[in-house]
């Protein structure tokens, strides 16, 4: 699959210490394993002159105090809380000067932030999405592109999960629904 570099982006969802990171809050194995490979479409990505987009999951510890009824503790318990190592995104995944970092506070990169805003000022319509929790913030984040018109691109080898029957509903639950299930190495930045 040929993708234009000026009208593309990696967007790497939540490749954080707290998902990915033995001593994470949240460490899921299946985030760890991702980290390779993310690491190396990315630098293709970028070589290819293509955007690169990191989410980092951050929340401040009061921000579900108040909450009438969405509160990610109460599901979660307290994770990624803002300024913690637990909230940077993991050492092996090197955000360069050029990247665009998207904080948000839902499992969606669109709710409440920049993200559209941002792809569109740049004329990006093609989003290679991959990261972690597959069934979370990766199938909202992808879900919501979709619904924005842009063409979300789930690189199913790039995703991780906290077991595999998760991953699958997602990978197949986004093909089937609102984009396009693709490996790493099918996907080639530049002209056809």
């Known amino acids: 699959m040929h993708l234009e570099p000026d009208s593309t982006a990696v967007v790497?969802?939540?490749?954080?210490?707290?998902f990915c990171h033995p001593d994470g809050s949240l460490y899921a194995p299946g985030s760890e394993t991702v980290v390779e490979?993310?690491?190396?479409?990315?630098?293709?990505?970028?070589?290819?002159?293509?955007q690169v987009i990191y989410t980092r999951d951050v929340h401040p510890p009061e921000q579900f105090d108040d909450a009438h009824y969405?509160?990610?503790?109460?599901?979660?318990?307290?994770?990624?809380?803002?300024?913690?190592w637990d909230a940077e995104i993991v050492a092996e995944l090197t955000v360069e000067d050029e990247d665009h970092v998207v904080e948000k506070h839902t499992y969606d990169a669109f709710y409440n932030t920049e993200l559209e805003g941002w792809l569109n000022a740049r004329g990006i319509d093609d989003l290679a999405i991959c990261g972690t929790l597959a069934n979370v913030c990766v199938l909202h984040t992808g879900g919501s592109a979709g619904l924005r018109d842009f063409r979300p691109l789930m690189?199913?080898?790039?995703?991780?999960?906290?077991?595999d029957d998760h991953k699958e509903y997602a990978v197949d639950h986004a093909g089937w629904l609102f984009g396009e299930v693709v490996e790493s190495d099918d996907l080639e930045f530049g002209a056809d």
Do not use: K, T
Request: hydrophobic share 40%; with cysteine.
């Open 12 to 18: 790497v969802v939540d490749m954080q210490n707290g």
């Open 37 to 50: 490979p993310i690491s190396r479409l990315v630098d293709r990505a970028r070589d290819a002159g293509a």
């Open 70 to 84: 969405y509160d990610e503790f109460d599901q979660w318990g307290e994770h990624v809380l803002e300024g913690s």
């Open 155 to 163: 690189v199913e080898d790039c995703i991780g999960a906290i077991e």
